[in-house]
DNA sequence: TTCATACTTAGGTATTGACCTAAGTATGAG
DNA sequence: CTCATACTTAGGTCAATACCTAAGTATGAA
């Protein structure tokens, strides 16, 4: 059993803000420059970087600086390792998390409602 | 387009702490009463419902008050409606979502390591 | 009735997070 | 060289969170 997932606390706190799940939700439809990620809100540049700190430090995306633009992207690894991971897993930590899964989805559901 | 969710907020949010995770965890094993799931805490008993008011005001768990007991347990009926919408869901929305759902999954086995 | 148990409420501190504005740096275009 | 673009850094405010201790309430046992 776990003590404590720095990690974890990391990535769930980064998903609890919905301008940060919305960049993630863009970047899903590939990368961008971070002004044009800005663009949709209604925020200071300075806050919106912040945002972007955020998801790059708990690895949720990545970024590179080309000339003055600085692009950014999904991380691709954990998502590939997430696939194999879900065949794999059994026991009762799997179910148990399962359950944790499925409440984040349900609070999915209720977001696309 | 989702504007904003309080409700995926306030999820991830509960989520982002080892722990309330633990607590949602022990209560996979079965309904505990608030001094018997404080236990294992070092923390103050005030401190500690505080993490189970944050997990019953976004619906993780509920509770019971028999006689002086405050009987805790993981909140039954998201779970199952969660399942139902893993099975039906479908498009770009789902997509997206799957990928913040496999993010989620990558944590949570490095939490098992 | 008296006392211990099982919380609950009140109130305080310290840290962190989300925002802002203003000013700085670095690059590319003209 | 000059200027606009694309950030980045610095620094400040305000609210929320995670703790605490001390004191309260309600219940059940003796």
């Known amino acids: ?9 990391r ?25 044009q ?13 912040q945002h972007l700190k955020v998801l790059e430090n708990c690895g949720l995306i990545r970024s590179k600086k080309e000339g003055r ?3 950014v992207e999904l991380a691709p690894k954990p998502l590939q390792a997430a696939e194999n991971w879900m065949v794999e897993q059994r026991g009762m930590w799997e179910r148990r998390l399962d359950q944790l899964d499925a409440f984040v ?3 999915k559901k209720e977001q696309k409602r």
Request: hydrophobic share 50%; proline share 11%.
């Open 105 to 107: 989805l349900q609070m």
């Open 69 to 71: 633009v600085r692009t």
């Open 11 to 35: 990535v769930f706190y980064a998903l609890a803000d919905p301008t940060r799940r919305a960049v993630l939700a863009r970047l899903s439809a590939g990368p961008a420059a971070v002004t």
């Open 37 to 49: 990620l800005a663009e949709p809100f209604d925020m200071a540049l300075p806050s919106f970087s």
């Open 1 to 9: 059993m776990p003590k404590h997932s720095p990690n974890l606390d």
